[in-house]
C-alpha cells in the first residue's frame, strides 16, 4: 500500500471560495449579512475530486491520500476568531464529504480555528469534533498564525499545552504547516512554509516538549525544510548549548514527508534522515505544479524519487506505508477496520 501523508484540497468548487470571500467582505464591512456556507452538491465535490487528485493517484499508484483543507487559504492571520471557526468548520466538512464519497481512498486531516495570540480553546474543540465525529486522523498545526511576522511563542512554550494535550488524548499527529505569508518578505511557497519547517526544529531542539509530551508526534514538511541540508549545523549547535543529541531529543517524535522535488533532495533526505524518520508524501496539486523539462516527470511526483533511492522491501515499506501507519494511529486502525 502506498499513503501519501500530505495532500490539500486545492480544488474545491467555486462556490467553498465564494464563501470566503464573503466572509472577508463581511469583515471589511460590517453591515453587511453573514454569509452561510456554500451548498455544494455532491457531484460538484465528485467532479473536483475525480479528475484531479483521484486521476493523479490512480496514474501514479497512490492508494490513501491524508486530505486536509488548502494550506495557504487557512488564512490564521485574520483576527476575528467567529470568522475562523466559521471557515475550519466548513473546510473541514468539505473535507470530510470527500473522505465520505471515497473512504477507500482519503482520510481527513483537519484544519485550526487559529488565530494571531488568540486562545487555543476553539482549535481544541473543533480538533475534537473532527477526530471524535467525522473520523480525522490529524490536524495541521501553524506556528506562526501572524502569516510571517511570527508573533506566536515557540511551539515549545505552554500556550500551546492545551492542544498538545488533546492531541495526546486523541492519540492524533500533527502536521506543522504554516498559511498565506503577510510578511512581503517571505514568498508564501518558496520561503515561508520552509522557513516555518526549519524554525519549527530548531525550537524542539531548543526545548524539552518531549520530555513533557512523549506521545506528541510532529510531521515537519517539505522534506523537513531546510534541516536536512544542514543536519550538521543543528547536531554542532545542541551540543554547543549543551543539549541532548538531535537524534534522541527530537527524532523520536518528529518525522519528514518526502515533499522534495528533485532526486538529489531525495537522495539527502534519505541518507541523513533514514527511513524510519520518513513519510511518503507529494502535496499533490499544491505547491509546484507542471513538468520538469530535464525529466519530462511531473514535480510533484516524489514515487519516481523514492523508487530511485534503491531502498530495500523493508525500507520502502517504512516509508510508502508502514510510517504513516506508525505515526497515524488511527489511520492504521481504520485501514484494519477495512481489510488493509
Known amino acids: 500500500m502506498i499513503i501519501d501523508c500530505h495532500g490539500h484540497y486545492t480544488t474545491t468548487p467555486a462556490a467553498h471560495r465564494e464563501f470566503r470571500d464573503a466572509q472577508l467582505a463581511r469583515l471589511a464591512g460590517p453591515g453587511l449579512p453573514e454569509p452561510a456556507p456554500a451548498r ?89 469534533r473532527c477526530v471524535s465525529e467525522l473520523g480525522f486522523v490529524g490536524c495541521n498545526l501553524n506556528p506562526d498564525p ?23 488524548e486523541l492519540d492524533v499527529p500533527a502536521m506543522i504547516h504554516v498559511s498565506a505569508s503577510c510578511n512581503p518578505a517571505f514568498h508564501t511557497l518558496g520561503a515561508h512554509y520552509l522557513n516555518a519547517d526549519t524554525s519549527v526544529f530548531m525550537q524542539l531542539v531548543q526545548g524539552d516538549l518531549f520530555g ?3 506521545g506528541l508526534r510532529f510531521v515537519i514538511p517539505h522534506g523537513g525544510g531546510a534541516v536536512p541540508y544542514h543536519w550538521g549545523r543543528f547536531c554542532g549547535l545542541a551540543e554547543r548549548m549543551g543539549r541532548p543529541p538531535v537524534g534522541e531529543h527530537v527524532m523520536g517524535n518528529v518525522f519528514f514527508d518526502t515533499c522534495v522535488y528533485h532526486q538529489a533532495g531525495m537522495d539527502l ?12 508524501a507529494s502535496e499533490m496539486l499544491g505547491a509546484v505544479r507542471g513538468v520538469n523539462p530535464e525529466t519530462g516527470c511531473d514535480w510533484d511526483d516524489t514515487k519516481r524519487y523514492v523508487d530511485k533511492l534503491g531502498l530495500s522491501e523493508e525500507g520502502q515499506r517504512q516509508v510508502f506505508e508502514l510510517n504513516a501507519r506508525r ?14
Open 327 to 340: 505515526v497515524y494511529p488511527r489511520l492504521d486502525a481504520m485501514l484494519r477496520a477495512a481489510g488493509a
Open 40 to 128: 455544494i452538491s455532491d457531484e460538484a465535490i465528485r467532479e473536483s475530486v475525480e479528475a484531479n487528485q483521484l486521476a493523479l493517484m490512480r496514474e501514479r499508484g497512490t492508494d490513501m491520500v491524508l486530505f486536509s483543507p488548502q494550506a495557504s487559504r487557512m488564512e490564521h492571520h485574520v483576527t476575528d476568531p467567529a470568522t475562523a471557526r466559521a471557515w475550519a468548520r466548513a473546510c473541514n466538512d468539505l473535507v470530510h464529504r470527500v473522505t465520505g464519497l471515497f473512504p477507500a481512498h482519503f482520510a481527513g486531516v483537519c484544519q485550526l480555528p487559529q488565530t494571531p495570540g488568540g486562545p487555543l480553546e476553539d482549535s481544541v474543540a473543533e480538533l475534537r
Open 212 to 214: 513533557r509530551f512523549p
Open 269 to 280: 533526505l534519505s541518507r541523513v534522515a533514514g527511513t524510519g524518520s520518513i513519510l511518503f
Open 146 to 168: 501572524s502569516g510571517g511576522y511570527w508573533t506566536s511563542p515557540p511551539l515549545t512554550d505552554e500556550y500551546w499545552y492545551p492542544l498538545y494535550e488533546a492531541m495526546t
